[in-house]
């Protein structure tokens, strides 16, 4: 008898697909535990091997109830490390950051195997957003506890080559453990979706607008100030709207920007529910993915591959030589700017979004690459063979 136990404050659709598909390799199925709404939307009684459990909420409205939350987690998510069956497999996520390190801990009650999923490396995110000194004395803890968890994991999955290096650079001895696996989307549920089928048309653009998406989190990690300085430089464009929807650090920024500015070209909205995902999309003329110049290689925005799987042509606020770059101009479905020059972003949202031709071709071409380079069904497989080649899966 076999169990898998997954754990992650936050499983977003990237989790709810390896839980459902993995589920069936394990002849208990699999437990959840995860305070994410859009998993508790998605499960139902057609998946009965998939046991949820809800955490404690994820709080990321300040720093201090951010860390606070995350505590919780790892409290009440020692009952069942500790607690495990004999036969359990855990898979952990770094959401909470310290998660690994408290499992690789109490493992030694527990002794169960378990792998963990690299999304953000810490404390670097720590050092870069000015909260921590790589010099410090916490970070250099920090890191030999990250040691000690990572090399009695059966294997690491990270997310980019870029955090494969980065991992490789501080744990030099793990080289040999780091897989990459890219985020990815699910082409069978997100796809293009023609304005006269979607349900949020109506809603979201009324008017037939080229629209501009920025959708997900905004966080402190993300460029959301060369797009909001691009949408004012381009007030007059009657074409043209920018719709953000989802959450985080910058949210009330844009509110407070849209209404001290005045402007009448940005809409923004909280997170749609899961099954709405495919219609918020397509609603896009330009997909925007943002990432602040330090931040290049410390993480890669899952929404690109959703991004790509909805048609969408995708520009990317990044550094050059970054993965998002790399990653935009190899499938040829979009165009680069460098963070921090919103006049430059603005031009090129100009260029781009009066050149129909352009605009398809660059669809076209990301809706492939989702196809043939980013799908769940190719993501899902490299999970199973690794499991398969550490003996998690027998």
């Not at 495990?84 to 998660?99: E, Y």
């Not at 050149?355 to 071409?365: A, C, P, Q, V, W």
């Amino acid at each position: 008898m076999s169990r898998l136990v997954i754990l992650n404050q936050m499983a977003g659709p990237l989790f709810i697909d390896l839980t459902r598909d993995l589920s069936s390799f394990f002849t208990d199925g699999c437990v959840l535990y995860t305070s994410h709404p859009d998993s508790f939307s998605s499960f139902s009684l057609h998946y009965p091997n998939v046991k949820l459990i809800k955490s404690p909420n994820y709080n990321r409205k300040s720093l201090y109830k951010r860390v606070y939350s995350w505590f919780n987690y790892l409290v009440f998510s020692s009952f069942f490390i500790i607690l495990s069956k004999k036969n359990d497999i855990f898979l952990l996520s770094t959401n909470p950051p310290f998660l690994g390190i408290w499992f690789w801990v109490l493992s030694k009650i527990s002794k169960s195997p378990y792998l963990i999923v690299v999304y953000d490396i810490y404390p670097d995110v720590m050092v870069s957003s000015g909260l921590l000194k790589n010099s410090s004395l916490t970070v250099k803890v920090w890191n030999y506890f990250n040691e000690k968890a990572y090399k009695n994991a059966s294997f690491l999955v990270t997310i980019s080559n870029g955090l494969a290096h980065r991992l490789s650079e501080v744990h030099p001895h793990l080289h040999s453990k780091i897989k990459v696996i890219y985020p990815w989307a699910d082409i069978d549920v997100i796809k293009p979706i023609c304005s006269n089928q979607n349900q949020l048309y109506h809603k979201f653009n009324p008017d037939g607008k080229k629209v501009i998406l920025y959708a997900g989190n905004m966080g402190i990690s993300h460029d959301i100030d060369s797009i909001v300085k691009a949408a004012y430089l381009l007030r007059h464009q009657e074409k043209f709207h920018f719709l953000f929807v989802g959450g985080g650090d910058a949210f009330q920024k844009i509110i407070n920007f849209r209404k001290n500015k005045k402007l009448t070209n940005i809409s923004i909205y909280n997170y749609q529910s899961l099954h709405l995902l495919p219609h918020l999309l397509s609603l896009s003329a330009v997909s925007l993915v943002a990432l602040e110049d330090d931040r290049q290689d410390l993480m890669i925005p899952s929404k690109l591959f959703s991004y790509l799987a909805s048609g969408s042509a995708v520009i990317g606020i990044c550094s050059s030589g970054s993965e998002v770059q790399n990653i935009i101009e190899n499938n040829k479905c979009g165009v680069c700017v460098n963070p921090g020059h919103p006049k430059e972003l603005a031009k090129v949202l100009i260029d781009l979004l009066n050149n129909d031709s352009k605009l398809s071709e660059f669809g076209t071409n990301a809706r492939l690459a989702a196809t043939n380079k980013y799908s769940k069904q190719l993501g899902v497989s490299k999970f199973i063979e690794n499991f398969y080649r550490y003996g998690l899966i027998k």
